[in-house]
DNA sequence: TTTGTACGCCGTACAACGTACAGCGTACAG
DNA sequence: CTGTACGCTGTACGTTGTACGGCGTACAAA
């Protein structure tokens, strides 16, 4: 099952994730949960054991409840899963950088997401179809383009310069995250799958057919101990980035 | 469940990506089906109605046949989607821009792996663990790398360049086909969606705590009728990919 | 030509998933 | 005091990927 946000009603969501008073209810049973209780639960969940480990039934399990109980608090999986993410943003570190330079800006900006995804590896990997519109995304939205204002940007661009900042973020994370889970789920680390895969590559990759490859690919494959390296590819397209947008900003 | 690649036996997976002769069985009764047969068809069901879409038990179906007779010609989904990846990177196109400006090279590539994840969306989701080192991606990561070779870069700074551009590309068509996935779970279309929740978003989100998030998002929302445009964030990021490998390569 | 066996195909089965539904009991509104 | 709104739960359904064992075919050896 691929995971999604934004799936549900949108007044109910919008409703639960600035959790609106007028949405508890007034009758029956003293409840034993809480909204923020379901979603701290999954949080732990998805962070320590991945987000396909992340069932209701295992959220139920954590908070001693049986399953279908979760649904009176959240109308399904796809809103929990709107919540968490909302909840992570709302957590996420916010240094005032006021008056520094805009790269000096952008990189704390930068370092914060890429933060977020250290503390949340699970976030990488949910497709935000539609962004949760709460109160953790907004004011994320609203610090992150506050270290783009003034820069003589029309609205459009700043939207746009963000949006290609934090994508390069979350891509770096994401491919980060999948190579890191393969290793959990192949239960053969990266060096031992390159020693079984190795020689056998030699059998069939002919190096007069594919000279450059074959050179790049053994010369990356030595200086990364693998394919690839995140954290490298992270401070190699990070300064990408700034020096893409400079010919924007400092035109 | 997330999709991986990359998950089973590394000798198995190279001997049926590059289709060893070897590894077709000598005994027993004739295949009704081939490994290729098994690719298109899965390939066929991704396409046309989405990665959730595609399960072992629909492939063998629209194959006339029963689920685990699938189980002879491939291990596992894994190993299938690694196939699958293979086949959609070799049937890619590959322009000769022999001598042409390192520019117009790279945009040729970018493009060329746009119109991949348009004619494959399901390829923009699964996340290559590691990835499927058979004819079609050795294939492409050989022209690919020919884009830049002879601009003074080393090994190293080619693979990583290379990598920087890919993973835009991709994260593009991941976000541009996560919004597409989700107008179609959701059965409420994206005008429709944000009719329902922008009048409830008002009631929540004061403008005066959010003034520059209220203003961008609006103006956002005006130009693109909705919160993203992928197009316009493809154009946009192209531009500034080049322009961050400009300072590099032309140093 | 016969026979042993390697191997394709299939029916059944299992565990895990999200969640619909109906019953039960609690606590507030009248 | 009573009706009812609503939280909690047990059971159940339809999915998923795939393990296992039986059956029959077609090639290798005799």
Same mark, same amino acid.
């Given at each position: 099952?691929?995971?999604?946000?934004?799936?549900?009603?949108?007044?109910?969501?919008?409703?639960?994730?600035?959790?609106?008073?007028?949405?508890?209810?007034?009758?029956?049973?003293?409840?034993?949960?809480?909204?923020?209780?379901?979603?701290?639960?999954?949080?732990?969940?998805?962070?320590?054991?991945?987000?396909?480990?992340?069932?209701?039934?295992?959220?139920?399990?954590? /908070?001693?409840?049986?399953?279908?109980?979760?649904?009176?608090?959240?109308?399904?999986?796809?809103?929990?899963?709107?919540?968490?993410?909302?909840?992570?943003?709302?957590?996420?570190?916010?240094?005032?950088?006021?008056?520094?330079?805009?790269?000096?800006?952008?990189?704390?900006?930068?370092?914060?997401?890429?933060?977020?995804?250290?503390?949340?590896?699970?976030?990488?990997?949910?497709?935000?179809? =539609?962004?949760?519109?709460?109160?953790?995304?907004?004011?994320?939205?609203?610090?992150?383009?506050?270290?783009?204002?003034?820069?003589?940007?029309?609205?459009?661009?700043?939207?746009?310069?963000?949006?290609?900042?934090?994508?390069?973020?979350?891509?770096?994370?994401?491919?980060?995250?999948?190579?890191?889970?393969?290793? =959990?789920?192949?239960?053969?680390?990266?060096?031992?799958?390159?020693?079984?895969?190795?020689?056998?590559?030699?059998?069939?990759?002919?190096?007069?057919?594919?000279?450059?490859?074959?050179?790049?690919?053994?010369?990356?494959?030595?200086?990364?101990?693998?394919?690839?390296?995140?954290?490298?590819?992270?401070?190699?397209?990070?300064?990408?980035?700034?020096?893409? /947008?400079?010919?924007?900003?400092?035109?």
């Amino acid at each position: 099952m691929t995971q999604f946000t934004g799936a549900g009603d949108p007044a109910r969501t919008l409703a639960l994730l600035w959790r609106d008073p007028a949405a508890v209810p007034r009758r029956g049973p003293q409840r034993s949960l809480t909204v923020d209780s379901v979603v701290a639960a999954a949080t732990a969940i998805a962070r320590e054991h991945g987000l396909p480990a992340l069932t209701m039934r295992r959220v139920a399990e954590a /908070l001693g409840v049986v399953p279908m109980t979760l649904y009176t608090y959240v109308p399904g999986k796809a809103e929990l899963l709107d919540l968490m993410l909302d909840a992570a943003y709302a957590g996420m570190e916010r240094t005032d950088t006021t008056g520094r330079p805009w790269r000096e800006r952008l990189t704390t900006v930068a370092d914060e997401n890429r933060a977020l995804f250290e503390a949340h590896p699970w976030a990488a990997e949910v497709a935000p179809g =539609r962004p949760p519109l709460g109160p953790g995304a907004i004011g994320k939205y609203e610090y992150e383009l506050s270290t783009l204002d003034g820069l003589g940007l029309t609205d459009l661009e700043m939207d746009a310069c963000l949006t290609y900042l934090l994508e390069f973020v979350r891509a770096n994370a994401h491919t980060a995250h999948a190579a890191a889970a393969v290793r =959990r789920a192949s239960s053969l680390t990266d060096p031992q799958w390159w020693e079984k895969a190795g020689p056998v590559l030699e059998r069939y990759l002919d190096p007069e057919r594919y000279p450059i490859a074959s050179r790049v690919g053994a010369a990356a494959g030595a200086a990364y101990g693998g394919a690839y390296d995140p954290d490298h590819a992270y401070r190699f397209g990070l300064r990408r980035v700034l020096d893409g /947008l400079a010919t924007l900003i400092e035109r």
